[in-house]
């Protein structure tokens, strides 16, 4: 069972993050990597897979692309790398079913529009490329080992909040976080979360607004986003050992997530008019651990 509690928690980072990789930053809880140190040791899990999502936030388009994964545990110390998202928990964990709380460092590095030759809707291109964003802040949180089925799950909830320090946009995005994740057995765990974002008036310039010159390019109207809260979204991820149990080798990993937009967000013509606000993201990979 020890085997399979650490790989919940690495196939709960891998998966979740996987689709951030490609576009906008998703909402990865920033402590997916916590449960990893609650059985003693450290580890290393990368991983790599085909994420299925939409062309741009809020595109009614969807596509494949490849994104890489990684996570690990040093002396307590957890961290993950998981497609545009580095997280670290500065605060080392216990080992067994105790509280454990988490505060660390987040980067981000948000792909969103950056490339509009992977976009299909002419409009959206007519509206021109964003520079890649970096957004850097912090998360705390708080977590407790051993919960509903056994010794072994876990619950955690956590608050992050980042700030965009250069590329399109300087606005703040905080978002809360809940997952939950079990192992079935010494060969497989399962995970569910749910999360939301609330992005300040930058953030919804730079990719939800339509000017005059844009409007004229694309045909969309004219439209003007306040900020506020942006998006939910619920998520189901799983791993599977193909190579004995859980604790070193090869698993494969699969998940989706489904994220609403909201409010004004979802109002723009970006969304309502060229895409939709239902949003929908899958993944299927591979996973080594060391």
């Known amino acids: 069972m020890h085997s399979t509690l650490r790989l919940a928690a690495v196939s709960f980072s891998l998966v979740t993050a996987w689709p951030a990789a490609a576009q906008s930053a998703a909402t990865l809880p920033p402590d997916a990597g916590a449960a990893t140190a609650q059985i003693g040791g450290d580890s290393l899990t990368i991983g790599g ?21 990684a996570i690990g545990s040093v002396k307590g110390f957890n961290f993950t790398l998981a497609g545009n998202r ?30 509009i030759k992977s976009i ?8 021109g490329k964003r520079d890649t964003a970096i957004e850097v802040g912090g998360y705390v949180g708080i977590g407790k080992t051993g919960v509903i089925t056994s010794d072994y799950d876990r619950l955690s909830i956590s608050l992050s909040y980042r700030k965009g320090v250069s590329g399109a946009q300087r606005a703040g995005i905080l978002s809360p976080t809940i997952n939950y994740f079990t192992p079935l057995g010494t060969k497989t765990g399962v995970g569910l979360f749910a999360s939301a974002e609330r992005a300040e008036r930058g953030y919804a310039r730079s990719y939800f607004d339509v000017n005059a010159a844009q409007s004229l390019a694309s045909g969309l109207p004219v439209y003007s986003t306040r900020g506020g809260w942006k998006d939910w979204s619920v998520g189901l991820i799983g791993t599977q050992s193909i190579t004995g149990d859980l604790l070193h080798g090869f ?3 699969g998940g989706v997530n489904y994220k609403r937009l909201l409010n004004d967000f979802a109002q723009s013509p970006v969304v309502r008019i060229a895409g939709r606000r239902d949003q929908w993201t899958g993944v299927i990979g591979l996973a080594y651990t060391f």
């Open 49 to 69: 897979g085909a994420v299925y999502l939409p062309d741009y936030e809020g595109s009614n388009d969807d596509h494949f692309v490849p994104a890489p994964g």
């Open 120 to 127: 299909d809707d002419v409009r959206i291109r007519a509206l």
């Open 86 to 115: 580095f997280s670290a928990d500065l605060i080392p964990n216990q080992s067994g079913p105790t509280l454990d709380f988490q505060a660390g460092p987040v980067v981000v590095v948000d792909f969103n529009r950056s490339n």
């Open 251 to 253: 698993k494969i990993v």
